[in-house]
């Protein structure tokens, strides 16, 4: 899930991806514009690993006590969904694969 965007704004190349409602967003992790927003349901079979939480704002690391799912994102796709529904943000954080 690394991108090479860089931010329209800022220029820098560091983003974070977020889920709001039913949007995949990819944010970046200075200034917080939104990059490039797709369909979250475009992700669902991914086997990728990932850790969510709920989002603490750009740049910022979540707190452990806000962790939502964690595992392959087509099992811990049903909790994000359900934790974004209300317009929470929720931060997905993808595992480095080995
Ligand atoms: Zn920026």
Redesign the pocket.
């Known amino acids: 899930m690394n991108t090479m965007l860089a931010?329209?704004?800022?220029?820098?190349e560091e983003t974070e991806s977020v889920v709001h409602f039913g949007s995949y967003i990819l944010r970046?992790?200075?200034?917080?514009?939104h990059?490039v927003a797709t369909s979250f349901m475009a992700m669902l079979n991914s086997d990728d690993e990932c850790t969510a939480f709920i989002d603490p704002g750009?740049g910022k690391n979540p707190l452990p006590e806000t962790l939502v799912a964690r595992g392959p994102l087509r099992l811990t796709a049903k909790a994000i969904s359900a934790a974004a529904t209300d317009g929470t943000l929720i931060r997905v954080i993808f595992e480095p694969r080995d």
């Open positions: 931010c329209t704004s800022c220029g820098l970046c992790a200075a200034c917080g514009q990059l750009p």
